[in-house]
């Protein structure tokens, strides 16, 4: 199937005299709210410009940042400019817990029934998954070892080199735990108490002094394994599979790696909410086009049947596949939407201490 069915597009609009269905769609226009750059170009290929000549409804796509910013001044004013906007899990949680997404109606968003259950949300879709894992260089190893968790990470004697770490507080925290010997699926439990907080920073006291440096966008750890400036470094896991199709020897490391789902949502008060489930349903509900994305972008979705359509080569190197899903854990959204201020707070203080 590709994209919407007739079906679904007359269930979608049998209350409309025909004449008005057409007007309607050669008239209407979505405003998409994404991250801009290559995704942008990837979905303007693979979702924007089929979803305009298959309905007549344009996607334009803007590139955004602070989106909660953003959604929170809207909301205020009571005017939401977007329609439709990818969200991360903090973003997800905090205009949820708000209340600025409108509830989806997934008779429209999938018809044919072919997400699963938790990629379909009350109020969004999970659009796509990522992960940020250990990345190695394996030519910078200790001949014949190779790391295989997190207290290999904080193990500099055993590998040394040089390490770096993102400039975020997100992530590093669980993976300070699970380097201390926590349990990935327990780590939200040890993390939510103020004993277990401090256990992690106390943690990241032994690495901090390895790190040569604390990266804040994807390119950098790319950049920097690339260069050989670094050995060791946490990266997403998309980046480094392109960097290892470019001839760099690296490897991912899956076992504890943070898997974050990216959501799309309605903004609440949209005109267009109907219009809106139609895109989302084409963006994330069609198996041989989610593959085409996850193919190129190596951050799949959930729908049934994508990975029918993939090359196993190409599907092992997805967080979502069944060999690589099992040792990861899911990054809390509501967790860090709730406390993540304070964290942050702290983290500053930390890097700057």
Do not use: C
Not at 281 to 287: S, T, Y
């Amino acid at each position: 199937m590709k994209g919407l069915t007739r079906r679904s597009l007359l269930a979608a609009t049998a209350t409309l005299p025909l004449f008005a269905v057409a007007a309607t769609a050669q008239s209407s226009e979505l405003t998409y709210a994404g991250s801009g750059g290559g995704l942008a170009q990837v979905m303007d290929i693979l979702f924007d410009k089929p979803f305009e000549a298959e309905t007549g409804i344009r996607i334009r796509a803007i590139a955004t940042t602070d989106r909660i910013s953003a959604m929170r001044a809207m909301m205020q004013a009571g005017n939401p400019i977007w329609d439709v906007a990818e969200l991360t899990p903090v973003e997800y949680a905090t205009a949820s817990i708000e209340g600025w997404l409108e509830p989806i109606d997934w008779s429209v968003a999938d018809p044919d029934n072919l997400l699963p259950e938790e990629a379909k949300l009350e109020d969004a879709g999970v659009a796509a998954t990522f992960s940020t894992i250990l990345a190695q260089r394996t030519d910078m190893l200790p001949e014949g070892q190779q790391m295989a968790s997190w207290a290999d990470f904080w193990d500099v004697e055993a590998f040394p080199g040089p390490r770096a770490l993102q400039d975020s507080v997100m992530e590093n925290l669980e993976f300070a735990l699970i380097a201390d010997g926590v349990s990935p699926r327990e780590v939200y439990n040890v993390l939510s108490t103020e004993e277990g907080v401090d256990r992690a920073f106390d943690k990241l006291d032994e690495i901090k002094p390895h790190v040569a440096a604390w990266w804040s966008a994807g390119a950098q750890p790319v950049q920097m394994l690339a260069d050989g400036e670094v050995a060791f470094t946490t990266a997403w896991n998309g980046r480094i599979t392109q960097l290892r199709q470019d001839g760099i020897p690296v490897e991912t490391m899956w076992n504890g790696g943070a898997l974050k789902p990216s959501y799309v949502g309605i903004l609440k008060g949209t005109q267009h909410k109907t219009e809106a489930e139609q895109y989302i349903h084409f963006m994330i509900g069609d198996p041989e086009r989610s593959a085409e994305f996850a193919a190129m972008v190596a951050y799949p979705g959930m729908v049934q049947g994508l990975y029918d359509h993939l090359d196993p080569e190409v599907g092992r190197e997805l967080p979502t596949h069944p060999d690589n899903m099992a040792s990861q854990f899911v990054v809390d959204a509501v967790f860090w939407a709730r406390n993540m201020d304070a964290l942050q707070e702290r983290w500053q203080e930390w890097l700057l201490d």
